[in-house]
């Protein structure tokens, strides 16, 4: 992790991380290996770029999960 | 072979079908909503012999994320279908957006195409439901949309590309059984892809007449899930398919209008 805060919109709360990448935001959140799926800036993150892609301040992200439902 | 053997294997013979080219046997498909507990939902989806469950898309909980994941109860069920539901959307855009969320998150490509039009009564909006199968079939998702028991929506939304139609019985969650049983039996004798009876299925003589008429199978959800015992009605509402499907299959005794005696008019003494 960078030392380095930003500040970021994540489902739809302002928070502040250390995170530099979305898979050390899976990571943070205890998400990681998870069937999530993720939207970054209203684009849908794949798997395999989750190390790749660097989050940057302003940068609004929504994870999303399987809950019940019929 | 005795005549019991041949009944029986008549009975087992492969009665299995297709939507978007997987094949199924089971004609009961859950929803996983409304449950007591994770474990009750498995229990249940397993006493209902279900090939396949919905399942909604939601944000994860930044606040606990630690809180058990529904999907882990059924990771080790292999055959399992995961249904991904757009339920909760209003808008087109909504609808395409949580349906591309949920493919991402690798489930597959199965989708539960749900634009609701109104809070009152959860009717779908079937104008953009049509819309939204056609945009999601051609992105190469199968598309079951849930829809009004309207047979000129059925037949657009096949047209654009639904691998099967999802009529309502009644409103979703209301448990009120058939409404309409006349435009369900128009859908069903115009439909080239399977008919899902979906919405409000209340008991399993309710999923049993859906498959006399012959429908192909029943979605339902609130009838379990809201049962006293969910377990055990989930066992009643395999036995109402099952046997709603065989009666479908036996073909069902003519009506008449007046009575008919059972017994000989001769030999009365």
Same mark, same amino acid.
């Given at each position: 992790?960078?030392?380095?805060?930003?500040?970021?919109?994540?489902?739809?709360?302002?928070?502040?991380?250390?995170?530099?990448?979305?898979?050390?935001?899976?990571?943070?959140?205890?998400?990681?290996?998870?069937?999530?799926?993720?939207?970054?800036?209203?684009?849908?993150?794949?798997?395999?770029?989750?190390?790749?892609?660097?989050?940057?301040?302003?940068?609004?992200?929504?994870?999303?999960?399987?809950?019940?439902?019929? | 072979?005795?005549?019991?053997? *041949?009944?029986?294997?008549?009975?087992?013979?492969?009665?299995?079908?297709?939507?978007?080219?997987?094949?199924?046997?089971?004609?009961?498909?859950?929803?996983?909503?409304?449950?007591?507990?994770?474990?009750?939902?498995?229990?249940?989806?397993?006493?209902?012999?279900?090939?396949?469950?919905?399942?909604?898309?939601?944000?994860?909980?930044?606040?606990?994320?630690?809180?058990?994941?529904?999907?882990? &109860?059924?990771?080790?069920?292999?055959?399992?279908?995961?249904?991904?539901?757009?339920?909760?959307? &209003?808008?087109?855009?909504?609808?395409?957006? @949580?349906?591309?969320?949920?493919?991402?998150?690798?489930?597959?490509?199965?989708?539960? *195409?749900?634009?609701?039009?109104?809070?009152? @009564?959860? &009717?779908?909006?079937?104008?953009?439901?049509?819309?939204?199968?056609?945009?999601?079939?051609?992105?190469?998702?199968?598309?079951?949309?849930?829809?009004?028991?309207?047979?000129?929506?059925?037949?657009?939304?096949?047209?654009?590309?639904?691998?099967?139609?999802?009529?309502?019985?009644?409103?979703?969650?209301?448990?009120?059984?058939?409404?309409?049983?006349?435009?369900?039996?128009?859908?069903?004798?115009?439909?080239?892809?399977?008919?899902?009876?979906?919405?409000?299925?209340?008991?399993?003589?309710?999923?049993?007449?859906?498959?006399?008429?012959?429908?192909?199978?029943?979605?339902?959800?609130?009838?379990?899930?809201?049962?006293?015992?969910?377990?055990?009605?989930?066992?009643?509402?395999?036995?109402?398919?099952?046997?709603?499907?065989?009666?479908?299959?036996?073909?069902?005794?003519?009506?008449?209008?007046?009575?008919?005696?059972?017994?000989?008019?001769?030999?009365?003494?």
């Amino acid at each position: 992790m960078s030392s380095e805060s930003i500040e970021i919109v994540f489902n739809g709360e302002s928070r502040s991380t250390q995170s530099a990448t979305v898979a050390e935001l899976l990571k943070e959140f205890e998400l990681a290996g998870r069937k999530v799926a993720v939207e970054l800036n209203r684009e849908i993150v794949q798997r395999s770029d989750y190390s790749g892609i660097a989050l940057k301040n302003g940068d609004s992200i929504e994870i999303v999960q399987f809950v019940g439902g019929g | 072979m005795s005549s019991n053997a *041949v009944r029986t294997e008549q009975m087992q013979e492969d009665d299995s079908f297709l939507i978007g080219g997987k094949r199924f046997s089971s004609r009961l498909i859950v929803g996983s909503g409304k449950y007591p507990s994770f474990q009750t939902t498995r229990d249940a989806t397993i006493a209902a012999g279900a090939e396949m469950i919905t399942v909604a898309v939601r944000r994860v909980n930044i606040t606990d994320p630690n809180k058990e994941s529904l999907l882990e &109860y059924f990771a080790d069920l292999k055959d399992l279908t995961i249904l991904p539901n757009t339920a909760g959307c &209003y808008t087109l855009e909504d609808c395409l957006r @949580t349906a591309r969320l949920a493919r991402a998150a690798g489930v597959g490509d199965f989708v539960k *195409v749900e634009v609701i039009g109104d809070e009152k @009564t959860l &009717y779908p909006d079937n104008e953009l439901t049509i819309e939204a199968c056609k945009i999601l079939s051609d992105e190469g998702f199968i598309c079951l949309p849930y829809i009004t028991d309207d047979p000129i929506t059925a037949r657009k939304c096949e047209e654009a590309g639904a691998a099967a139609v999802m009529p309502l019985a009644s409103p979703i969650g209301s448990g009120l059984g058939i409404q309409n049983e006349h435009s369900l039996r128009f859908i069903i004798e115009q439909s080239k892809v399977p008919v899902i009876v979906d919405a409000g299925v209340g008991t399993p003589s309710d999923a049993a007449r859906c498959l006399e008429m012959g429908a192909d199978g029943v979605l339902t959800n609130s009838a379990i899930a809201l049962a006293k015992d969910p377990v055990l009605m989930a066992a009643a509402m395999k036995q109402g398919v099952a046997a709603g499907r065989l009666a479908y299959r036996a073909g069902r005794m003519p009506k008449k209008q007046f009575a008919s005696a059972s017994s000989p008019d001769s030999g009365l003494i």
